[in-house]
Nanobody, 119 residues
């Protein structure tokens, strides 16, 4: 199993920045990609960004492209989400996710960290 632990959420004013971190532990030897989803109460979880640990290719949702940057430290099994120019609509619980090699879906999820952007 893989355990994921997020940190770095909080309250920030619109236009501000936050950096989320996620630490992976457990059986991490064949993690292929890690990323972030977010969820607002009453709505479906929304894909935010993902990064392949081998090669470093990245994907972003259109809503965050150009404002958020995903990065990783493979040696430490860490993934980060640098969020800039935050908007009130970015307010959500942010979840770190991971998937193993050969698995198409993100089967591992963290507990989530709250990000609140005030207007």
């Amino acid at each position: 199993q893989v355990q994921l632990a997020e940190s770095g959420g909080g309250l920030v004013q619109a236009g501000g920045s936050l950096r989320l971190s996620c630490a992976a532990s457990g059986r991490t030897f064949n993690i292929a990609a890690m990323g972030w989803f977010r969820q607002v109460p009453g709505k479906d979880r929304e894909f935010v960004a993902a990064r392949a640990l081998s090669g470093g290719s990245t994907m972003y949702s259109d809503s965050v492209k150009g404002r958020f940057t995903i990065s990783s430290d493979n040696a430490r099994n860490m993934v980060y989400l640098q969020m800039k120019s935050l908007k009130p609509e970015d307010t959500a619980v942010y979840y770190c996710v991971a998937r193993k090699t050969g698995i198409a879906t993100y089967e591992y999820w963290g507990q989530g960290t709250q990000v609140t952007v005030s207007s």
